[in-house]
């Protein structure tokens, strides 16, 4: 059975920093394309980037582009999201998810974690 485990959320003031991790257990995550999605209060969910399998490229949402890296540990089987420059629209449930194609649209995913909470106060 797969698991995607997120950690890392909390409480940060604004131009602060996050790392989050996404630990997954059933699967080989240099396998698969790895995203990370959140949803922020009251709004849909959205996409904030994409690694594909093995590392070797990202893809990012304008939003994030150039503040947010996301990277990968094959021999932990974890990606993690460095966030920085954060801003109070930064908040919301982060999600991270595993899947066959390199792309945006979470239908291309099949398996999603439980979310960490990341709050950014002005």
């Known amino acids: 059975q797969v698991q995607l485990v997120e950690s890392g959320g909390g409480l940060v003031q604004s131009g602060g920093s996050l790392r989050l991790s996404c630990a997954a257990s059933?699967?080989?995550?240099?396998?698969?394309?790895m995203a990370w999605f959140r949803q922020g209060p009251g709004k849909e969910r959205e996409f904030v980037g994409v690694i594909s399998w093995g590392g070797t490229s990202t893809r990012y949402a304008d939003v994030v582009k150039g503040r947010f890296t996301i990277s990968s540990d094959n021999a932990r089987n974890t990606v993690y999201l460095q966030m920085n420059s954060l801003m109070p629209e930064d908040t919301g449930v982060y999600y991270c998810?595993?899947?066959?194609?390199?792309?945006?649209?979470?239908?291309?995913?099949?398996?999603w974690g439980q979310g960490t909470q990341v709050t950014v106060s002005s």
């Open positions: 059933g699967r080989t995550l240099s396998s698969y394309a």
């Open positions: 998810a595993s899947g066959y194609q390199l792309t945006g649209n979470p239908t291309g995913y099949d398996y």
